[in-house]
C-alpha cells in the first residue's frame, strides 16, 4: 500500500481504493475498513454509538464459545464483575474507577452505575454518548484564527442543558481570551455508556479524554474546562507544548424536563479538571 496512492496490492492483484494511505506527523494511516477487511476482520458502523466495531475470526469464535462476553455496545466485559458499583470493562484501567465522585447538588442518595444505567435504554445512552462526543469536538478544538463567537456560542447553546437561556457575556469573554493568547488545541472525548451514574442529584458520565495544546502564551488556560479556574477547578499547570494527554473525569448532565433519560445534555462547560476528582498522564 504505497502512501499517497489509491492503487494497492492484495495477493498480486491490484485494486483502486476511493482514499488512500497518508503520512502524518511521522506515522502512516491507514483505510480503517480496506485494512481490516483484507484480514479478514468484520467492521461494522454503529452510527448511534458513532462507533466502529472491528472483530477478527478468532475473536468472534471466543465470543460464540463463551470465553469472552461482550456488552450491547460490542465493548469486552471483564470475566470478574466483583464490584458492586461498576459494570467492569476490559480495557478500563482499575484506578478510572477509583476516580472521586464530586457533588454538584445536594439531594441525598446516589445511584451507582450498576443500578441507574439499567433505567437508560440503548438508544437514550447512545444519545447522550453523542452529545458529549459533539461538545467537546467543539469545546477540544479550537483555533484562535478561525473561532467565531457567534458560532460558538449558537453550538454550545444546542449541546448544553439549560432553561432556555445562557448568558452570552461568558462566552464572549472566553472567545475573545482565546484570541488572545493565540490558542489552538485538538482532542476528542470518549464517554463510557456504562458508567452513568446519579450522585446527590446529578447525572454524571464518567469519560476519556485525548487533547494536546499546540499554541497559546498560556497553557494553563485553553479550553472552557481549563479558563477561569474556580473553587471546585484545578489550575492545569502540567500541559506541554505538542504533547498528548489521556485524561479521565465525570462529566455532569442535566435537563430540567420530566422525561431526563431522553433529554440529559452536558451539564457544566467545566468538567476535566476538578480538584481531586480526574486522572491524567502523558501519551508517547
Known amino acids: 500500500m504505497p502512501v499517497g496512492s489509491k492503487k494497492v496490492t492484495v495477493n498480486g492483484s491490484e485494486i483502486t481504493l476511493d482514499t488512500m494511505a497518508i503520512k502524518k506527523e511521522g506515522r502512516v494511516v491507514v483505510p480503517l475498513r480496506f485494512v481490516s477487511e483484507t484480514l479478514n476482520a468484520e467492521v461494522k458502523w454503529d452510527g448511534a454509538w458513532s462507533a466502529v466495531n472491528i472483530v477478527s475470526p478468532e475473536y468472534q469464535e471466543k465470543v460464540n ?5 461482550l456488552d450491547k455496545w460490542g465493548r469486552e466485559l471483564r470475566a470478574n464483575q466483583n464490584s458492586k458499583k461498576w459494570i467492569l470493562m476490559s480495557d478500563t484501567p482499575d484506578n478510572v474507577y477509583e476516580i472521586k465522585k464530586y457533588k454538584i447538588y445536594h439531594i441525598d442518595g446516589e445511584q451507582v452505575a450498576k443500578e441507574f444505567g439499567q433505567g437508560f435504554h440503548k438508544d437514550e445512552l447512545d444519545r447522550i454518548v453523542r452529545n458529549v462526543k459533539e461538545y467537546y469536538k467543539l469545546a477540544l478544538n479550537i483555533d ?18 439549560h432553561n432556555g437561556y445562557m448568558n452570552p457575556e461568558p462566552f464572549q469573554e472566553f472567545v475573545s481570551y482565546i484570541k488572545k493568547i493565540k490558542v489552538i488545541v485538538e482532542g476528542y472525548a470518549y464517554p463510557d455508556p456504562t458508567t452513568i451514574y446519579s450522585y446527590y442529584g446529578t447525572p454524571f458520565i464518567r469519560t476519556k479524554f485525548k487533547f494536546r495544546v499546540l499554541s497559546a502564551t498560556d497553557y494553563n488556560q485553553f479550553n472552557a474546562d481549563s479558563y477561569k479556574p474556580g473553587d471546585k477547578s484545578e489550575k492545569v499547570t502540567w500541559v506541554k507544548p505538542g504533547q498528548w ?6 462529566v455532569s448532565l442535566f435537563s430540567n424536563s420530566q422525561d431526563f433519560r431522553a433529554t440529559l445534555k452536558i451539564g457544566s462547560t467545566a468538567n476535566m479538571f476538578t480538584k481531586g476528582a480526574y486522572r491524567h498522564k502523558e501519551l508517547k
Open 245 to 250: 494527554y489521556e485524561t479521565y473525569s465525570d
Open 65 to 69: 464459545a463463551g470465553s469472552v462476553t
Open 144 to 161: 484562535y484564527r478561525t473561532i467565531n463567537y457567534s458560532t460558538y456560542y449558537n453550538s454550545s447553546f444546542k449541546l448544553l442543558g
